[in-house]
């Protein structure tokens, strides 16, 4: 017998991971927005309550009612939904806010439904929510929210999702300072083209990063975490980028860049203690400042979305 109501954590994720442009991203645990979705008699998806943050109720003009009305469109039930979204993400913030919206209705109908979809298919609904918000279909946020831990997305079209390792030591730290960068945005401000040295440069780091995670070659990781394609654009949008990247890089972390189209940052270290010094440094960078911030250390979640 298929539930009726569920209750699911859909969690913060960090995109592009410094030499992974929209193909490259992990799960983060200790943040990451609540949804309660429940049957209903009315055909169709409601979004009856959000908690946290503004944004529209319209079905049509949020990403978890854009990638559910895809999901049922597919599926054809003869009940309806109701969205219930308590936001601890703020919207444009770089740790996929819309992301965890959009592959949590879906993840939740999907499971409501006795899941018939599998989760490169649940993903593959997912996209067409986060593509309202960043105006193109990118699946670097949500595959690892779906599939947990990190994840390289070979191809959107059609969608295929490679599971990666997690080395067990690999250790998150975010930085959020509290202004907002629009994904659409910070895409829009990239070059069109890049000199094939510099894509030489990418390619070779991000595929001995993803070799690195299968190895748990730390000093590999390291090497690897470097971004000569985008960083150097959208590093200019966000207040004392370098001063947080160094001071990251200074304290220990195996690498520090943009978190998705920022403006947070993250790092990553080997050990919790190492994070944690990380975090730190990063505080001390943004205390100088009036800008208010937040930041987190973070496992690497290898569930990804769960009931609660
Ligand atoms: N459920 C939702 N959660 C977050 N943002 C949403 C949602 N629905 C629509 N949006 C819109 O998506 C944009 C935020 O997405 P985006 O710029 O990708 O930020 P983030 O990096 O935090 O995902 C905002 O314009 C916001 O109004
Ligand atoms: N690959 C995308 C990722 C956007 O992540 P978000 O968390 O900022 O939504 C991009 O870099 O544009």
């Not at 009726?4 to 799960?27: H, M, Q, R």
């Not at 959000?50 to 003869?78: C, F, H, Q, W």
């Not at 250790?171 to 000199?195: C, N, V």
């Not at 590093?235 to 160094?246: G, M, N, R, W």
Request: neutral net charge; proline residues 5%.
């Amino acid at each position: 017998m298929n539930k009726n109501e569920i209750k699911i954590f859909s969690p913060a994720t960090v995109a592009n991971v410094s030499c992974g442009y929209d193909v490259l991203g992990f799960c983060l645990d200790t943040i990451g927005d609540e949804m309660v979705v429940r049957k209903t008699d009315r055909k169709g998806i409601y979004i009856t309550k959000i908690e946290g943050y503004d944004l529209p109720l319209d079905a049509t003009k949020n990403v978890a009612g854009v990638s559910a009305l895809a999901m049922i469109a597919d599926a054809k039930p003869n009940f309806g939904f109701e969205i219930e979204i308590y936001k601890n993400i703020k919207p444009g913030s770089g740790i996929g806010s819309s992301s965890a919206s959009a592959s949590g209705s879906v993840f939740a109908i999907n499971e409501l439904l006795g899941r018939p979809y599998n989760k490169t298919q649940v993903t593959d609904f997912a996209m067409k929510g986060e593509a309202l918000a960043s105006g193109s279909e990118h699946a670097d946020n949500l595959a690892p929210g779906i599939f947990g831990g990190f994840t390289l997305v070979r191809s959107t079209s059609p969608l295929e999702v490679l599971q990666l390792p997690t080395p067990k030591d690999v250790y998150a730290t975010i930085i959020h300072p509290q202004i907002e960068i629009k994904t659409s945005d910070a895409r829009a401000i990239l070059p069109k083209t890049f000199p094939l040295k510099d894509a030489i440069t990418q390619w070779a780091n991000l595929g001995s990063f993803v070799h690195a995670l299968h190895t748990s070659d730390y000093e590999l990781l390291k090497r690897s975490l470097q971004d000569v394609i985008v960083e150097p654009h959208r590093s200019q949008l966000i207040p004392h980028f370098a001063e947080v990247k160094l001071a990251a890089l200074a304290h220990g972390a195996l690498g520090a860049s943009i978190s998705g189209a920022g403006p947070s940052i993250f790092a990553l270290s080997k050990g919790i203690e190492n994070a944690k010094n990380v975090e730190k440094a990063m505080r001390n960078v943004y205390s100088k400042t009036s800008i208010a911030f937040e930041t987190y250390v973070s496992k690497i979640n290898t569930e990804g979305i769960r009931e609660i």
